[in-house]
């Protein structure tokens, strides 16, 4: 049985691309959550999705970053017009339901150049 | 002031030492609470729940006050393997879902 898979595991882009991180949870759950990490620091909560619905976001900055997790294929983080402070590891978790503990995939180390 | 609380360490014992971490947290709302591990640039992954009785699994001792809001994490004959970060995971379900928590992590290291 598969974890929480991510993709890309490293990813580089220079000031002003896109980054686009791929989640699909481990199966049976429908539930996905996103984290950051940034450096010497602990994790932050971004958001909560379930299947085409956001459900919190109230972790994810104003401007540049959005989620999605459509009815077929995995959970989407992107981030528009990445700058040098968003340089972090990006996690994410599932759970079979909403208050069942998370599982988290290997994550993504985003570095901007 | 940070809604969880740790020690960041490091605690450097020997093999076969006990060793425990403590966690403080700030919301009294809070529901649930978990110890995590994380590895150097790994995944966290979840050691155990914690419960206001306490809880044992192997050489893994969880406790709960939820009166002084404050969680600590016992750790018996310390293998190297147990050389990691724990972080102290709390969830506020008052949310209508789990918004967990993060500490900051305390960093063990094992030595032979």
């Known amino acids: 049985n598969a974890g929480v898979m991510q993709n890309p595991r490293h990813l580089v882009r220079r000031r002003g691309q896109e980054a686009r991180l791929r989640c699909s949870p481990m199966?049976?759950?429908?539930?996905v959550y996103w984290y950051r990490q940034l450096p010497e620091e602990g994790l932050k909560f971004m958001v909560y999705l379930q299947k085409e619905n956001i459900i919190d976001e109230s972790g994810m900055p104003k401007e540049r970053f959005s989620a999605e997790f459509p009815k077929e294929g995995p959970s989407i983080l992107r981030i528009q017009q990445v700058v040098r402070g968003d340089s972090a590891a990006y996690f994410c978790?599932?759970?079979?339901?909403?208050?069942?503990?998370?599982?988290f995939g290997d994550g993504t180390r985003l570095s901007i150049l | 002031r940070k809604e969880v609380e740790q020690d960041p360490g490091p605690f450097n014992v020997p093999e076969g030492a006990t060793v425990a971490f403590n966690c403080t947290y700030s919301?009294?709302?809070?529901?649930?609470f978990f110890w995590y591990r994380q590895d150097c640039r790994k995944e966290p992954k979840l050691l155990m729940s914690?419960?206001?009785s306490g809880n044992e699994d192997g050489r893994f001792t969880a406790q709960l006050n939820r009166a002084s809001q404050y969680i600590s994490l016992l750790i018996r004959d310390s293998k190297l393997s147990d050389s990691a970060t724990y972080l102290c995971?709390?969830?506020?379900?008052?949310?209508?879902?789990?918004?967990?928590?993060f500490g900051t992590g305390t960093r063990l290291l094992v030595s032979p």
């Open positions: 978790a599932s759970s079979p339901r909403v208050n069942q503990p998370q599982h």
């Open positions: 919301n009294s709302a809070s529901q649930s």
């Open positions: 995971v709390v969830n506020t379900l008052n949310t209508g879902f789990q918004k967990l928590v």
């Open positions: 199966k049976g759950h429908s539930h």
């Open positions: 914690v419960y206001s």
